[in-house]
DNA sequence: AAATTTTTCAACCGCCCGTGA
DNA sequence: CTCACGGGCGGTTGAAAAATT
């Protein structure tokens, strides 16, 4: 079916906004709320389409964002999240309330990916590109129990997110209830998608990341990047977000793998390790930044990343792929841990 | 100081999904 | 069930700014 355009594009004003026009945008959302943005611009007075006005909003004139440099913490939460989630922008700012997506995958297109690349590790997949070569040994098992790891904090991670949205939805309905307009931080990105997550059977549906489990005959578990666009994932964050169809085949594989001895094994190996990154570490995240932030000196001596999760040893004459990637996924499961809200247990 | 190249990032584009008629 | 609409998302573009020659 054929789709109209957003909005008519003759006599619309195009490329950078002015400050009139800003305040235009500005003064109506303060005192109507967006409403549709289809109409905003005729009612507000402006020669511009409703997309551009909702783009030039959240994300720039929403009171609510923090603009500037990103700090060392924030490059390091986003790297870490980049690793579980991907290109999914969107996903990744629910953990940077202060920054837009737009923002995001800007500083990761102009900064993060290039030192990560610099730094001999793939953008992509968040792996060195060292790790190839070891590809048919028992560590790319290790890896992979490592990225499983990953692929189930990365559905645990999207659930609180989706808690925390829903939480500012709560918030929306509160004023909406109230008769009162919402102040501006509720009023973008939350409307649509969480609206219906909990119907149902009264269970909460958590999202899913698109499961990317394969089996082959040489490998019991084989996980797949989640930056590695394939056909089994979807386009962008909303399809993982919506589709609760997905997450039983999350759930048959959980029951599936129990069942099986090689991935029980995993488990095992899997609570064991994860009980171990819950105990308080000192300096795993220092570890990581000396890793992944550029920190030269961390790679010419051989580094102890972390008191209790293992070392890790960054000498480059003796590159240890297993003990890298681990403290690698250490430190992205580290942040997870450590994310704001009380997460539901996944295990 | 001027010209050229590179980097940055705001904005646009096209696609997709949810919703409701 | 089909279709149109509204809106969100990720990829890409291109003008402006910064860096380099």
């Not at 109209?4 to 906004?17: I, Q, V, Y």
């Not at 989640?226 to 964050?237: Q, V």
């Not at 995240?285 to 992944?292: A, K, P, R």
Request: aromatic share 6%; hydrophobic share 30%; charged share 25%.
């Amino acid at each position: 079916m054929g789709r109209s355009p957003c909005c008519d594009k003759a006599g619309l004003k195009k490329g950078p906004w002015t400050p009139e026009e800003d305040q235009k945008l500005l003064a109506y959302i303060e005192e109507h709320g967006h409403g549709s943005w289809r109409s905003l611009p005729e009612k507000a007075g402006l020669q511009r389409c409703g997309k551009s006005c909702r783009l030039r909003w959240t994300n720039y004139l929403r009171p609510d964002i923090k603009r500037g440099k990103f700090t060392v913490q924030e490059e390091q939460t986003i790297i870490q999240l980049h690793a579980l989630l991907g290109n999914r922008w969107s996903a990744i700012a629910t953990h940077l309330p202060k920054r837009t997506d737009n923002e995001i995958k800007n500083y990761w297109n102009t900064h993060l990916k290039k030192r990560l690349v610099k730094m001999g590790i793939d953008p992509v997949t968040h792996k060195h590109k060292n790790e190839t070569l070891s590809s048919s040994t028992g560590q790319s098992k290790n890896a992979a129990t490592l990225s499983h790891m990953a692929q189930w904090e990365s559905a645990r991670l999207e659930a609180e997110a989706r808690l925390a949205r829903e939480s500012k939805l709560l918030h929306l309905q509160h004023y909406q209830n109230n008769n009162k307009s919402a102040p501006h931080c509720f009023t973008h990105k939350t409307s649509t998608n969480w609206t219906k997550q909990n119907e149902g059977n009264g269970d909460q549906q958590l999202e899913s990341p698109t499961s990317t489990v394969t089996f082959s005959e040489n490998l019991p578990l084989m996980i797949m990047p989640l930056g590695i666009p394939t056909e089994n994932r979807n386009r962008n964050s909303r399809d993982n977000n919506n589709k609760s169809s997905e997450i039983p085949a999350m759930i048959e594989f959980a029951v599936s793998s129990s069942t099986s001895s090689d991935v029980t094994l995993v488990k095992e190996h899997e609570h064991d390790w994860i009980r171990q990154i819950n105990c308080p570490t000192e300096g795993i995240e220092e570890g990581f930044t000396s890793l992944l932030l550029g920190d030269s000196i961390g790679r010419k001596n051989e580094t102890t990343a972390s008191s209790g999760a293992g070392a890790v040893v960054v000498n480059e004459s003796e590159y240890n792929y297993y003990e890298d990637n681990k403290n690698y996924w250490n430190s992205i499961l580290n942040l997870v841990d450590s994310s704001p809200s009380d997460s539901p247990t996944m295990f």
